[in-house]
Structure formats: structure tokens, C-alpha cells
């Protein structure tokens, strides 16, 4: 009888974002970096939090390893109802990872540029973009910004991404203790060691 190989199983990552720039990043992420675990970007058809932890649902009863959603907080902190709401669902949903960012994405890039952890804070989408504009020129959130710039590998080429992600952990940990003081942030280093956890297990 023949010693049949036992194909090793490949894990998978599911990663919800809540629009456009969410998905690009991943998507780049995914084509550059070819993992050996399958990393699968997704968004969801409203931009709603309840239609993305549904879908992240959806993902997790279709047998992913792990689940991750990228959350923009500028809405939901703008407004009581929608803070108890997602602090409802975050419980509700233990096996998500919810990974946060004040007020949006757009943070996370510019942390790449940032020589240090700052308490600077930027309120709105439109406060980040301004300030990332003076390291991207023409970054904007829409297809055809991202049709001409692989933004994942911009970043990785452009920039110290391996400083960002230590900022990223800085800021969430200095938050903990000073929520009023740092008030914006960007967790997009959980992604990163979850990526590392993966690809150190044998």
C-alpha cells in the first residue's frame, strides 16, 4: 500500500473593511506579499457596522481561522447610540477581532511618515488626508487613486513600516492609560502579529 502525503492544511484570514481603502490595502497586501495562508479581503454592500460583523459572521460559518474587521471609529464615536451599539456587538461577537482606527485608515498610512508616537489628534478624515498629502501628493480614497497606486506596496517601499506598526502598538497602549490625551490611533498592528503568529507556527 502506498504512504499517501498528507497535504497541509493552508490557514485563512478574513479581513472586513468597512469601504474602498480597506479592501485596496488588503487586496495589495494579498498580491504582494503572497502568503502561504489564504488572506481574504472583504467588504461589506453598506459601510453599516452591523452589515460587517454580518458578514464576518458569514465568513466565520464558512470556516475561516480568523476573522478581522477594520473599523473607522469617527462615526461611532460621534454618536452615543452607535458607541453602545458596537460595544454591544464586540461582545456578542468574541470570536471577531475588531481592529480600530481614529478617525480612519487614512491614520494608519500616515503613522508610516510619523518619526514617533504623537498625542497630535485628527478629527476628521479630511485632517489625516491633509497631512498625509505632504507624503503622498495626490492620495485620495477613491478607484482611481488606488488604480494607479498599489497602496500596500507604496507604503512598504516609501516608508518605515516596521516603525509604524511599533508606533501603532505605542499609541493603543498609551490610549489605555490616557484616552483623553491620545485620542487618535490606529490598532492595525494586532493585523501584523496575527499575520506573525501564522507564519512563525509550524
Not at 488572506?39 to 478581522?68: T, W
Not at 494608519?108 to 514617533?116: E, G, I, K, R, V
Request: aromatic fraction near 12%; glycine fraction near 2%.
Amino acid at each position: 500500500m502506498k504512504n499517501q502525503k498528507t497535504k497541509p492544511i493552508r490557514k485563512s484570514i478574513a479581513v472586513i473593511g468597512e469601504g474602498l481603502t480597506e479592501y485596496r490595502y488588503i487586496e495589495s497586501m494579498r498580491t504582494n506579499e503572497r502568503y502561504r495562508f489564504h488572506l481574504f479581503p472583504g467588504v461589506p454592500k453598506h459601510s453599516d457596522i452591523n452589515d460587517m460583523v454580518a458578514l464576518a459572521q458569514r465568513r466565520l460559518n464558512e470556516g475561516y481561522d480568523y476573522v478581522l474587521c477594520l473599523v473607522d471609529m469617527d462615526v461611532i464615536l460621534s454618536n452615543q447610540e452607535k458607541l453602545r451599539q458596537y460595544k454591544l456587538l464586540q461582545k456578542q461577537n468574541r470570536k471577531i477581532e475588531f481592529i480600530e482606527s481614529n478617525p480612519c485608515t487614512e491614520y494608519w498610512f500616515l503613522m508610516h511618515y510619523m518619526p514617533h508616537s504623537s498625542s497630535k489628534e485628527y478629527p476628521t478624515y479630511d485632517a489625516v488626508a491633509k497631512e498625509l498629502r505632504k507624503y503622498i501628493p495626490d492620495y485620495d480614497k477613491s478607484e482611481e487613486f488606488f488604480n494607479k497606486t498599489d497602496i500596500y506596496k507604496y507604503l512598504k517601499e516609501n516608508s518605515d513600516m516596521p516603525r509604524a506598526i511599533e508606533i501603532s502598538r505605542d499609541l493603543d497602549h498609551l490610549r489605555e492609560n490616557e484616552p483623553d490625551v491620545y485620542k487618535s490611533y490606529s490598532q492595525m498592528y494586532k493585523l501584523f502579529d496575527k499575520i506573525l503568529e501564522i507564519t512563525q507556527k509550524k
